[in-house]
């Protein structure tokens, strides 16, 4: 008997969701003991998290539900473990305690893993079981949207870093500076690396799109006081200064210099990097 299923008689079985996600399985479970997306890349389903302990054996970390409320909070705990390439989510505190998220997955191919997720929780009786079963289906195919669109755009990263590109140091000319400026912000993207070119404290500036943290991408970010913040972990990076502002030791790349000719062209000048 599947081990899941004898765990059946002391927390009730109410459905299973499962999925095959175009990704290898060491980036799902890079993501799956990535504590700090939740509320960023989820931020949708997740307010707020305060992680107590993390490693690679998984995370236990209070975590607040959307809509936030400070007051309304659970205690989740996720144990990972790669010889059963499996992954068990436990709600230890909070509304829900007692609930168990268990997570099976099978490498198809390299870049192809299905995912088995069961759910358990404690205290539903035989009717509600299919209601209660749906709407965590339903609430795993979103998050599963989001986890998708962050392992593949993460992939895509590592691919082309790994591919390498010859270095090409020509100036790059944007057009005139009204026309630049109708443009911004503007994503320009030159022998494998990509820039973002906007206006800022009164001057046009490029700024690594590529976040330093796990390679998120900062062009989907809207610019504030000069500050970009990472849609995946919530990193805040300073343009101007390069550096990131909530704490970690990281910053951007080097990004071209932004030139406004005498005759009013703009360039990038790429020969500093
Ligand atoms: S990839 Fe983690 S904060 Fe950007
Ligand atoms: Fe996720």
Redesign the pocket.
């Known amino acids: 008997m599947r081990e899941e299923f004898r765990r059946e008689r002391i927390v009730p079985h109410v459905g299973t969701y499962h999925r095959e996600l175009p990704v290898s399985i060491e980036r799902l479970y890079e993501n799956t003991i990535d504590w ?2 939740l509320p ?1 890349l989820h931020r949708s389903s997740f307010a707020r998290i305060e992680c107590a302990e993390s490693g690679i054996w998984g995370f236990r970390a209070r975590v607040w539900p959307q809509p936030y409320n400070e007051r309304r909070s659970i205690v989740i705990e996720l144990q990972l473990d790669r010889e059963l390439r499996r992954w068990i989510t436990s709600t230890l505190n909070g509304p829900g305690t007692g609930t168990e998220v268990w997570t099976h997955a099978f490498s198809l191919a390299e870049r192809q893993t299905l995912v088995v997720v069961d759910f358990f929780v404690p205290g539903v009786d035989g009717v509600r079981r299919s209601d209660i079963g749906s709407f965590y289906a339903h609430l795993y195919a979103g998050l599963y949207d989001e986890d998708v669109r962050m392992m593949s755009g ?1 992939q895509l990263q590592l691919d082309s870093v790994r591919a390498g590109v010859a270095e090409n140091t020509e100036p790059l000319v944007l057009g005139s500076l009204a026309e630049v400026r109708s443009r911004l912000p503007l994503v320009v993207s030159r022998g494998g690396r990509t820039f973002c070119i906007v206006e800022s404290r009164g001057e046009l500036i490029a700024y690594s799109t590529i ?6 991408p ?1 062009e989907q970010s809207k610019l504030q006081d000069g500050i970009i913040e ?6 805040r990076y300073n343009i101007h200064t390069r550096q990131c502002v909530s704490g970690a030791n990281l910053s951007l790349a080097i990004a071209p210099r932004v030139r406004i000719g005498t005759d009013s062209s703009v360039r990038l000048e790429f020969a500093e990097l």
Request: glycine content about 12%; charged content about 10%.
């Open positions: 700090e997306h960023h993460r976040c330093p943290h796990l390679l998120g900062l990472c849609p995946w972990h919530g990193y």
